[in-house]
């Protein structure tokens, strides 16, 4: 046969996604804030929704605190306000920021003249993400066209606020003002700060006792007032908006059980409103408006069917990561071991996508604090018995070794790798390296004390 041009028939089969199946998956996949958001903007297209019963009450305090309003007392996301719930509830409204901090200390001072205070106010205005401030007494005295002996004298009234170390201009300034305020300083700390932070950095303190000629115990004694220092005055202080998280599920403990609760606050439930429902069943001689509120009918029910299998399909996840991981919620991230989509997936009866899509940027509060669902599914190692473990678990283990370690003798990673290895848990020197390094701990060179 010859290859030519012509004109055919031919049967196939493909899969096309309506746009109900793609607003089902969008809801389902999307973080609580988003899901609020889109229900907010549902509600104010089709007036055929309307929110259901007490649910809206805690969708409404929700809905305050994104606005920056005041919600009512003794209320949360979950209801009426439990401390041993959600602790992050005090924290949303601990915005007092380090500037508003310091101006208060500057009201209630006397005696101080005008030129100065304002140089004061500008100062503070002008702190850096660390307390500090970067601009020189020059250039403050050139901006603001005051004396250059005044900005001195400003400067030096707000590094003697609270905290400690605020208004420096250097890491070493600042540890030297919080060295003064105290009592009793070892005389070798403001000597260690001017001139030896870098070799208490990397830890040569051999060296730096020839150095000195120190007795061991006094610049032990000295090392240890210096890390009781703050280098970070601001630290304790809000930066702006303090994010914090709402968890979608809630798993309890209830006797030896564990129970599941998809929190009502994350997803309010949604009705039919029943004025529009009369209206389109009385009927009349609009057929435009009948067809127009047949059409919203449709687009709420459909709403309401989607939030409803959202909320269903979270639970089914939820309780089958509870029961695949009872141990982890009976004694804590520990035992946590390993897991793939593919276990809840076959469990509960949906596909691996649908599971990852469920589990991506919602939240569960356990009795081990907030958890993303995702971090239920971690990788892992086998171990000799036939178990697994977690590498959260393995990184505990880690932690507590270098923990339960002799200052003077520290593991090296080698040794780490074998004493895990001993213990039945395989693993790589350069694995511990990796784990040690992602949780901030430093090699054993600079572990090592005398």
Known sequence: MSPGYGMFQQQTAKMRMTPQFRQAIKLLQLPTPDLLECIRQELQENMMLEPSGTDWDAYAEYDKRQLGQPAEPGSGPAGPYNPDYDPLYQAVWKDVSLEKHLMEQLNVLTGIPRAVRQ?????????????????????????????????????????????????????????IIQANRLPACPPLVPVLIRHHLEDIAYHSIHRLAAKLQAATGELEEAIETLKQLNPRPSAAFAAGDIPYIIPDVRVEQAGERFVVTVQNAAAPRLS???HYERLLKEGGEHDEAKAFLYKKLNAAAFFIKC???????????????VEEQIDFFREGISRLKPMNLKRIADKVGLHESTVSRVT????????????????????????????????????????????????????SDHQLADRMTKEGIRISRR???KYREEMGISSSVNRKRL
Do not use: H
């Not at 003697?160 to 420096?168: I, M, N, R």
């Not at 939030?307 to 990561?321: P, S």
């Not at 919602?362 to 977690?390: C, H, I, M, N």
């Open 307 to 321: 939030i409803e299998q959202r909320r269903d399909t979270m639970f089914r996840v939820t309780q089958a990561i």
């Open 119 to 175: 140089i004061i106010a500008y100062m503070t205005g002008n702190l850096d993400e660390k307390g500090y401030i970067e601009l020189s007494l020059a250039d403050i005295a050139d901006a603001l066209r005051v004396d250059y002996g005044e900005a001195e004298q400003a400067l030096d009234i707000l590094q003697g606020f609270e905290p400690a170390g605020v208004g420096a201009r250097d890491l070493q300034e600042c540890l």
């Open 431 to 433: 694995t511990v390296a």
């Open 272 to 274: 039919i409103n029943g």
């Open 360 to 411: 991506a940027g919602k939240y569960a509060q356990t009795p081990w604090g907030v958890f993303e669902l995702k971090a239920f599914f971690p990788s892992g190692y086998r171990q000799d018995s036939g178990d697994s473990a977690s590498a959260g678990s393995v990184k505990t283990r880690i932690k507590e070794l270098i923990g339960g370690e002799n200052r003077k003798t520290p593991y």
